[in-house]
Nanobody, 114 residues
Framework: QVQLVESGGGLVQPGGSLKLSCAAS????????MSWYYQAPGKERELVAT???????NYADSVKGRFTISRDNAKNTVYLQMNSLKPEDTGVYYC????????WGQGTQVTVTS
């Protein structure tokens, strides 16, 4: 079955960096569009970044220039490099795979605080 396992979250100070990973299995990863979403406390889940199977990327305005999404099809993994982190980036980050239908990971917590 499809599995998405996020990792790399943690506690970081403002201005710091984290790199999230999402390891995928159970489907043809190279054919899927992959996205990262985040959900701040008490708010709805929001799209952060997307990378298509062709490598095209798209970002939320709030993270442009700070976050980079990438993928390694050989490792069935999608990444989110997060730089210049702000307190408002705090939340649970989820990996989403679009392969015939959407599949979600379980999420990884990112906390940005001094």
């Amino acid at each position: 079955q499809v599995q998405l396992v996020e990792s790399g979250g943690g506690l970081v100070q403002p201005g710091g960096s984290l790199k999230l990973s999402c390891a995928a299995s159970g489907f043809t990863f190279s054919s899927a569009t992959m996205s990262w979403y985040y959900q701040a406390p008490g708010k709805e889940r929001e799209l952060v970044a997307t990378i298509t199977n062709g490598g095209s990327t798209n970002y939320a305005d709030s993270v442009k220039g700070r976050f980079t999404i990438s993928r390694d099809n050989a490792k069935n993994t999608v990444y989110l490099q997060m730089n210049s982190l702000k307190p408002e980036d705090t939340g649970v980050y989820y990996c989403l795979a679009w392969y015939k239908k959407p599949y979600w990971g379980q999420g990884t917590q990112v906390t940005v605080t001094s």
